[in-house]
């Protein structure tokens, strides 16, 4: 059995790999070409600059030079080729004794072995099989290793990556019952599907199920279906062979094999063409699938979770989206609402997004005017949260004093809705009453109850509201606190931190860690 190959089974074709060999003397060349016409793929070059010209148009696998060559020596001649092709073996040929100096570049490793002359055919057809089996060693190693670097990238920004949350922002209503979905979901292997419209933090929602999941410390690996054609998505995701399509060099793996052990989130999963949808419900179903251009069938433990802005079921009523395809997609469906829904959440998010891009911008600016807000709760924000970021940052660029006021909003296109003409709009009156919407409070105020002074913000407003619902809950739990969390729709850590910004930690058994001031 050759050494090229291992148990029966052939780990490269000789014939596919080029050796190239470099001799002054042409009958040195014809017995090259004759002793190992079958079996190898051999090129020759009669000086050093035809070589040269050789290596810049070929890929070789194994370069022999002969030592003693006019204008420059073997040695020389395989220092010059390696820089062209690093990883092709480099082999000497010799018919003097100057050992010595080729046992030096053997242990510096200039090249890989050397031969004297005159050569044995059986003994150098060993050598160049050693040869070419080494350089696909070297070649494989290197595709591993790009594979290694690439899968290291994805986990070192999933585990070491400041995730942006922002857009998770809010305490409404609406957003607590998509973020209970979440934490339920989020502890299991269920596959997810994520439902809202553009820029409601599809995403960033992803991202929180998984590192909240048991597969946290593994790869979450996105896909943007929209953003890629029909044949490069197909080789995105299940990856490719040499030689699958024209320009495929080498093996690609794809985004599963890359999620493998983690989660792989299928954004713009509507704009799947039909002929991927197969695909794409074989995995989900089987957990297997086979690269483009491959026979080797691969199992992967992965997690997928999609989203889509688009009506899937209208899609299958028109043909274009696979019925069977939804029901494996949507197992567990969470909706994420737009912002239009929870505009009471609009104070915190501008608060967030203002500490966020003041660095950039004007540090003098501090706040959000409470007329500002008003005439931002008249926008329907069809971008919704991702938009409203947007227009924080111009804001801020525009801003000339120390708060945002409706004159840096007059880009803003205020909602029909509202009244206000959805043509340019113009500045609103700094008169302008804060219509900015809030949940209702849990019980009617007594007939005779003092009535909350207008001049408290806004905010100052809704987190009083924030820690009467806090008490309530915990009151009615019986001093529970997990149960007063469930109440809430909280996790326990997320009361715990708004238990701590409401100064009232006195309401849990001590625990140091909790006792740390608030950033």
Same mark, same amino acid.
């Given at each position: 059995?050759?050494?090229?190959?291992?148990?029966?089974?052939?780990?490269?074709?000789?014939?596919?790999?080029?050796?190239?060999?470099?001799?002054?003397?042409?009958?040195?060349?014809?017995?090259?070409?004759?002793?190992?016409?079958?079996?190898?793929?051999?090129?020759?070059?009669?000086?050093?600059?035809?070589?040269?010209?050789?290596?810049?148009?070929?890929?070789?696998?194994?370069?022999?030079?002969?030592?003693?060559?006019?204008?420059?020596?073997?040695?020389?001649?395989?220092?010059?080729?390696?820089?062209?092709?690093?990883?092709?073996?480099?082999?000497?040929?010799?018919?003097?004794?100057?050992?010595?100096?080729?046992?030096?570049?053997?242990?510096?490793?200039?090249?890989?072995?050397?031969?004297?002359?005159?050569?044995?055919?059986?003994?150098?057809?060993?050598?160049?099989?050693?040869?070419?089996?080494?350089?696909?060693?070297?070649?494989?190693?290197?595709?591993?290793?790009?594979?290694?670097?690439?899968?290291?990238?994805?986990?070192?920004?999933?585990?070491?990556?400041?995730?942006?949350?922002?857009?998770?922002?809010?305490?409404?209503?609406?957003?607590?019952?998509?973020?209970?979905?979440?934490?339920?979901?989020?502890?299991?292997?269920?596959?997810?599907?994520?439902?809202?419209?553009?820029?409601?933090?599809?995403?960033?929602?992803? $991202?929180?199920? #998984?590192?909240?999941?048991?597969?946290?410390?593994?790869?979450?690996?996105? !896909?943007?279906?929209? @953003? %890629? =054609?029909?044949?490069?998505?197909?080789?995105?995701?299940?990856?490719?062979?040499?030689?699958?399509?024209?320009?495929?060099?080498?093996?690609?793996?794809?985004?599963?094999?890359?999620?493998?052990?983690?989660?792989?989130?299928?954004?713009?999963?509507?704009?799947?063409?039909?002929?991927?949808?197969?695909?794409?419900?074989?995995?989900?179903?089987?957990?297997?699938?086979?690269?483009?251009?491959?026979?080797?069938?691969?199992?992967?433990?992965?997690?997928?979770?999609?989203?889509?802005?688009?009506?899937?079921?209208?899609?299958?009523?028109?043909?274009?989206?696979?019925?069977?395809?939804?029901?494996?997609?949507?197992?567990?469906?969470?909706?994420?609402?737009?912002?239009?829904?929870?505009?009471?959440?609009?104070?915190?998010?501008?608060? $967030?997004?203002? #500490?966020?891009?003041?660095?950039?911008?004007?540090?003098?600016?501090?706040? !959000?005017?409470?007329? @500002? %807000? =008003?005439?931002?709760?008249?926008?329907?924000?069809?971008?919704?949260?991702?938009?409203?970021?947007?227009?924080?940052?111009?804001?801020?660029?525009?801003?000339?004093?120390?708060?945002?006021?409706?004159?840096?909003?007059?880009?803003?296109?205020?909602?029909?809705?509202?009244?206000?003409?959805?043509?340019?709009?113009?500045?609103?009156?700094?008169?302008?009453?804060?219509?900015?919407?809030?949940?209702?409070?849990?019980?009617?105020?007594?007939?005779?109850?003092?009535?909350?002074?207008?001049?408290?913000?806004?905010?100052?407003?809704?987190?009083?509201?924030?820690?009467?619902?806090?008490?309530?809950?915990?009151?009615?739990?019986?001093?529970?606190?997990?149960?007063?969390?469930?109440?809430?729709?909280?996790?326990?850590?997320?009361?715990?931190?708004?238990?701590?910004?409401?100064?009232?930690?006195?309401?849990?058994?001590?625990?140091?860690?909790?006792?740390?001031? %608030?950033?």
């Amino acid at each position: 059995m050759s050494r090229s190959e291992v148990g029966g089974r052939a780990l490269f074709d000789p014939q596919s790999l080029p050796v190239l060999v470099v001799d002054d003397e042409a009958d040195n060349l014809d017995a090259f070409r004759f002793s190992f016409r079958k079996g190898f793929r051999i090129l020759t070059a009669q000086s050093a600059e035809a070589g040269l010209q050789i290596l810049s148009q070929e890929k070789v696998a194994v370069i022999v030079a002969d030592q003693r060559m006019p204008k420059m020596t073997g040695l020389q001649f395989l220092e010059t080729a390696q820089r062209l092709v690093p990883l092709a073996v480099p082999i000497i040929v010799t018919a003097y004794t100057d050992v010595d100096v080729l046992i030096e570049a053997i242990n510096s490793g200039h090249i890989y072995r050397y031969i004297t002359k005159p050569w044995d055919s059986k003994e150098l057809r060993g050598v160049l099989l050693q040869a070419l089996e080494r350089y696909h060693l070297l070649v494989e190693n290197a595709r591993l290793q790009k594979q290694l670097e690439h899968y290291a990238g994805y986990l070192e920004k999933e585990l070491h990556g400041a995730a942006d949350f922002g857009q998770l922002v809010g305490e409404s209503a609406a957003l607590r019952a998509a973020l209970l979905r979440v934490e339920q979901v989020a502890r299991t292997d269920a596959t997810v599907l994520l439902r809202g419209e553009s820029g409601t933090g599809k995403e960033l929602v992803a $991202h929180a199920i #998984h590192i909240n999941s048991r597969r946290s410390n593994r790869p979450f690996v996105r !896909v943007n279906c929209a @953003a %890629l =054609a029909s044949g490069v998505l197909e080789s995105e995701l299940f990856g490719h062979e040499r030689g699958a399509f024209t320009g495929a060099m080498a093996r690609h793996p794809g985004r599963f094999e890359l999620a493998d052990g983690g989660t792989i989130f299928l954004d713009e999963v509507g704009d799947l063409p039909m002929e991927v949808q197969v695909k794409l419900l074989r995995v989900l179903q089987e957990r297997s699938f086979e690269r483009v251009g491959g026979s080797e069938t691969l199992h992967v433990d992965v997690r997928v979770i999609s989203a889509t802005h688009k009506d899937l079921e209208a899609m299958i009523a028109a043909g274009t989206f696979r019925e069977d395809l939804y029901y494996r997609l949507n197992v567990f469906p969470i909706v994420l609402p737009p912002l239009r829904d929870r505009l009471e959440d609009l104070p915190m998010l501008c608060q $967030h997004f203002l #500490h966020k891009w003041r660095k950039h911008a004007a540090q003098r600016v501090t706040q !959000v005017s409470q007329q @500002a %807000l =008003a005439y931002l709760a008249q926008y329907d924000f069809p971008g919704n949260v991702r938009e409203l970021e947007n227009l924080i940052e111009r804001a801020l660029i525009l801003a000339v004093g120390s708060e945002i006021t409706p004159a840096e909003l007059e880009f803003v296109r205020p909602s029909s809705r509202s009244g206000i003409s959805t043509g340019s709009p113009s500045r609103p009156p700094a008169s302008a009453p804060v219509v900015v919407a809030s949940p209702p409070p849990p019980s009617a105020p007594a007939p005779n109850a003092p009535t909350e002074p207008l001049s408290r913000t806004l905010s100052d407003r809704l987190l009083d509201q924030e820690r009467a619902e806090i008490l309530s809950a915990i009151e009615r739990a019986d001093g529970n606190i997990a149960q007063a969390a469930r109440l809430l729709g909280y996790n326990r850590s997320t009361l715990y931190y708004r238990l701590r910004k409401h100064d009232l930690l006195h309401l849990l058994p001590t625990k140091p860690e909790l006792l740390a001031p %608030l950033p």
